[in-house]
């Protein structure tokens, strides 16, 4: 089999039998959208792309859109099929030298068939940009969607991306960032839907000086299976890359991080560090935890940590014991949980979507 | 309102297969201070947990009621709005959570309860003012609930919220434990500043120096998970001259605690 046929490698997750390829492909065109859910009402930069047609574009000066060109370097069957079945693409380019200083917000809807998604974002040398995508289903459609970001020298990206795809469906996100010569990408992963996912997100540190801080949050229930890898590697020396992971597991659900820090051979005075913190609410749920720290150089630092913990009945039992019933005292705990990641985002919105996410997980 | 009332009828309890209360008989009203001593390893945390709920204690016979109403067949949660509390001896640390945010929801369901509803400008102005009763530092409203607080912030915090959700029955298991002579009286005030025909309260411990600033109307000495003997405060004060051999020797008795 070449490379090009293989599936994602989604360790630790079974996918062979996954149903990535039962996609629905059918003609719809869109000219309207109902705004509120999708973009904060006072967004002064907003693109709405509904089952592949944009129907908003509200831009300020110095952002331009067009179909995208360029996706992932990286092969696989998933990613190839994204690429013969596209159904919807967006470039999005932020010019040089030009500081944003009000989000971009950016919706994907999918409606009423599959969304086969391609996005590229590029940041010119020394521009600087917040940009929130938010991708969202009506209806249980299967998905598929590549992203490649583009961060040039001196360039900042404070990227969040929500994935609320709902329904008993199956998901493959993709994304590959590149950061150039002291860029930085702050970037925020949100998987709070329904569905069954392999999310990879890897970035490569191409410049010197480069860096790049990857969150994501998870939070899996029922009979989801989540597969989510987060890679960074330094291909620059002075690069330094951080990745935290925090999931939460309930009923018979898996969830398995995997964690990847690679400095390549050469790439002196470089750091990769990573961290997954999981909680697991029930005795059949599987929660796991995969580092990687892959290192061809010596004078770097890179470290990694884990902890999967399970929900301590004593803490269950004294909030009850003030009058909380079980479901809220287990809320509680898990919210305090995730609290270390909450304080790391930045937008209130973001953080309440999040609050929002684990009182419908845990309702 | 009538005045509150717990009552604990042959009391029996386990713990993985190990017998620890062994018919425990007890009745805490409205307007009354209760006392249980007893050495250590005597079942009266037992006892209080037993009383809350804890899960991992199986009652094996007798009854609790408060109020009149079925106390083990109510879930922890229930016990609460039921009008009990307890200040536990080794409080649970909950990451993440601040106390405030904690005892807002805590009282949210206390009100909710009741049929009102909690307005946060009212919850605001008690959480300071039982903050300053207690001689805490304010920040301890804004940090996570018991974590990393020292043995004597932990005793505080419970009698916080005893100040604030205002139980009718509380059970203060070892909150003099590692409270200084200052922290001891202003704990003993706070549960002093409690004190009302809607309010009854079961102190444990096993040094009277609490009891001096809380007076008892009732003393109970445990041993062997029962109570052995109830007196007034004149027990107390022979507990604190002689010691509980006297007691052991009057039950014909060696070892004191559950295994004896
Ligand atoms: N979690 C437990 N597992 C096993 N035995 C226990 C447990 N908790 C208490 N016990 C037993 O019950 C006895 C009474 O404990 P406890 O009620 O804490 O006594 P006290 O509060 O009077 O010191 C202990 O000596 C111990 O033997
Ligand atoms: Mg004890």
């Known amino acids: ?221 029922k009979k989801q299976k989540q597969n989510i890898t987060v890679r960074i590697e330094n291909l620059a020396p002075h690069s330094n890359g951080n990745i935290v992971n925090y999931g939460v597991v309930k009923d018979d659900a898996h969830l398995a991080f995997n964690g990847i820090g690679k400095i390549h051979k050469g790439m002196n005075a470089g750091d990769n560090q990573q961290e997954s913190r999981l909680l697991n609410l029930s005795k059949t749920a599987e929660a796991i935890a995969n580092p990687f720290l892959l290192i061809d150089e010596g004078d770097i630092t890179a470290g990694h940590a884990a902890s999967i913990g399970q929900i301590d009945e004593e803490q269950v039992y004294y909030l009850m014991s003030r009058g909380m019933p079980k479901i809220e005292a287990e809320k509680l705990i898990v919210t305090g949980f995730l609290t270390p990641f909450a304080n790391s985002i930045k937008s209130k919105t973001l953080r309440e979507a999040l609050l929002t996410s684990i009182e419908e997980k845990l309702g | 309102m009538s005045k509150p009332v717990l009552k604990i009828n042959d009391l029996k309890a386990k713990i993985e297969e190990k017998q620890i209360l062994k018919g425990v008989n007890l009745e805490v009203k409205g307007g009354e201070i209760h006392a249980i001593m007893g050495p250590n390893g005597t079942g009266k945390s037992t006892l209080s947990q037993v009383i809350m709920g804890h899960p991992k204690y199986e009652v094996t016979g007798g009854e609790i009621s408060m109020n009149g109403e079925d106390v083990l067949e109510m879930e922890v949660d229930e016990r609460a709005k039921a009008g009990l509390f307890l200040a536990m001896q080794y409080p649970s640390e909950i990451p993440g959570v601040t106390n405030s945010d904690f005892l807002r929801m805590a009282k949210r369901e206390k009100l909710k309860e009741q049929g009102s509803r909690l307005k946060l400008m009212d919850f605001q102005k008690d959480l300071n003012a039982s903050i300053k009763e207690l001689k805490m530092p304010e920040e301890m409203a804004d940090r996570y609930l018991n974590e990393g607080f020292s043995g004597g912030e932990k005793k505080r915090n419970e009698i916080l919220q005893m100040l604030l959700l205002k139980p009718e029955i509380a059970i203060l298991d070892e909150v003099d434990s590692g409270l200084d002579v200052d922290a001891l009286k202003i704990v003993g005030d706070a549960v002093n500043s409690m004190r009302s025909d809607n309010f009854g309260c079961l102190i444990i411990t096993h040094y009277q120096r609490i009891l001096e600033y809380i007076k008892p109307d009732f003393v109970h000495v445990m041993m062997q998970g029962k109570i052995v003997k109830s007196g007034d405060i004149s027990l107390m004060q022979k507990i604190d001259a002689e010691g509980y051999d006297w007691i052991k020797a009057e039950l014909g008795i060696t070892d004191e605690t559950i295994d004896g």
């Open chain 1, 1 to 221: 089999m070449s490379k090009t046929d293989a599936l994602p490698l989604a360790e630790r997750t079974n996918i062979k039998d996954w149903d990535f390829t039962n996609l629905t492909l059918k003609e719809v065109t869109h000219n309207s959208v109902d705004k509120s859910n999708l973009i904060p009402e006072n967004a002064k930069n907003a693109i709405i792309i509904v089952d592949g047609s944009v129907v908003v574009k509200d831009l300020q000066a110095g952002i331009s859109i067009e179909e995208s060109k360029e996706y992932s370097n990286l092969e696989n069957r998933l990613i190839t099929l994204n690429k013969e079945k596209a159904n919807s693409k967006l470039s999005i380019k932020v010019e040089k030298n030009k500081k944003m200083d009000e989000p971009i917000y950016i919706a994907y809807v999918a409606k009423e068939r599959s969304l086969i998604h391609q996005t590229e974002i590029t940041l010119e040398q020394g521009a600087e940009a917040n940009i929130v995508e938010n991708f969202k289903s009506e209806a249980s459609l299967n998905m598929n969607i590549l992203s490649k970001v583009n961060i040039f020298a001196n360039a900042n990206l404070e990227s969040s991306v929500i994935n609320s795809l709902n329904g008993e469906n199956t998901i493959y996100y993709h994304r590959l960032t590149e950061v150039h010569a002291d860029a930085s990408l702050d970037s925020s992963n949100f998987i709070l839907n329904d569905s069954n996912l392999v999310f990879e997100d890897f970035t490569h540190l191409v410049g010197k000086g480069s860096e790049a801080d990857v969150k994501t949050v998870a939070i899996s229930d």
